[in-house]
């Protein structure tokens, strides 16, 4: 996404203007050059991660935008996967085709539901945005809770 026309400092400041103290004050403080900007990104689940001896894991397997907070969990538990899928299996190749098949699903899933969060969170119009946040706060939170809790449940 392109800077604001006043700048990348002053996009910032309007966003934490009425955080708590030294929030503003740091970002004040701060070298307008020295603020990093980086688009958050993720893709279509891929088909296969690997071949043969050679496998993904974490981000490069299936990257994640951050809106459930998932993306590092899921790299933990593809490698908790990798490791029982290998020392089960009859040859390195076996264990990683395994491993692929145990977290391609999952992933996919919990990529897709950071996805639709975010589509929503970035709503922008506001009638839109009110009507969001008036359903989220008396109806969805249960159900929001529940889909999460759904994530946080699985058995690696
Ligand atoms: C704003 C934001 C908030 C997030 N919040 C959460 C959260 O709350 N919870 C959560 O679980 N996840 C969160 N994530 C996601 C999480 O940061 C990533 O999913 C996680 O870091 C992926 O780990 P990784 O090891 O797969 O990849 P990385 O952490 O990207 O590690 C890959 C490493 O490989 C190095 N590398 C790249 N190329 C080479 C090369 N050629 N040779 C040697 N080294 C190389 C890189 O420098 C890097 O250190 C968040 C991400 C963002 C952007």
């Known amino acids: ?25 740091l970002i004040e403080s701060t070298e307008q050059s ?9 893709r279509q689940p891929l088909e296969r991660w690997g071949q043969g001896r050679v496998t993904l894991l974490g981000d490069a397997a299936h ?13 933990i538990e593809d490698a908790a996967c990798l490791v029982k899928s290998v020392l089960a299996a009859p040859s390195m190749a076996a264990g990683f085709g395994a491993y692929e098949a145990m977290r391609r699903r999952r992933t996919a899933s919990v990529g897709r539901q ?9 709503w922008q119009n506001r009638w839109m945005v009110s ?16 889909r999460l809790n759904a994530v946080y449940a699985y058995e690696a």
């Open 34 to 42: 020295t603020i990093m900007k980086n688009d958050a990104r993720d």
């Open 63 to 75: 990257p994640i935008t951050p809106n459930v907070g998932q993306g590092a969990c899921m790299a």
């Open 131 to 146: 009507g969001r946040n008036f359903v989220t706060r008396l109806v969805l939170s249960r159900t929001a809770e529940m």
């Open 114 to 122: 950071s996805r639709q969060i975010g589509a929503i969170g970035q």
């Open 1 to 25: 996404m392109p800077d604001a026309p006043e700048g990348r400092k002053h996009e910032v400041l309007q966003l934490f203007k009425d955080w708590h103290h030294p929030i503003p004050a």
